[in-house]
């Protein structure tokens, strides 16, 4: 999905998102800012201070759908103005750990 500058990829699951928060520290070893329940992990800051430019959004899943999936993950990339830009994969270190693995079995 793509949005205005940043491209945006949207997973949901069954884990609690303290327990993929907890996936994602082990795996990135970054610490997330956690405010009431939500979980943000910034790989590459940007302008805004609120927003960064490479990040992971864990939170409750409030309206994405309804039943079982309790978790929603979002990963949020700036588009660059580069034409050598890297893949995704190569630029943020969990997406490829969302794809291929299981938080569960963490």
């Not at 205005?4 to 520290?25: H, L, M, P, Q, R």
């Not at 990135?28 to 430019?53: A, H, I, L, Q, R």
């Not at 409750?60 to 929603?72: F, S």
Request: with cysteine.
């Amino acid at each position: 999905m793509s949005q205005g500058e940043s491209y945006y990829w949207v997973f949901v699951t069954a884990d609690s998102a303290s327990k993929v928060a907890a996936f994602y520290k082990a795996k990135t070893s970054v610490t997330p800012t956690e405010m009431e329940g939500m979980f943000m992990f910034t790989f590459k800051k940007g302008s805004n201070p609120y927003f960064p430019d490479h990040g992971l959004v864990i939170e409750p899943n409030k309206q994405l759908t309804v039943g079982p999936p309790k978790t929603a993950i979002t990963f949020n990339k700036k588009k660059s103005v580069e034409r050598d830009e890297q893949p995704i994969e190569d630029t943020l270190p969990a997406f490829r750990c969302a794809v291929t693995a299981n938080p569960s079995a963490a």
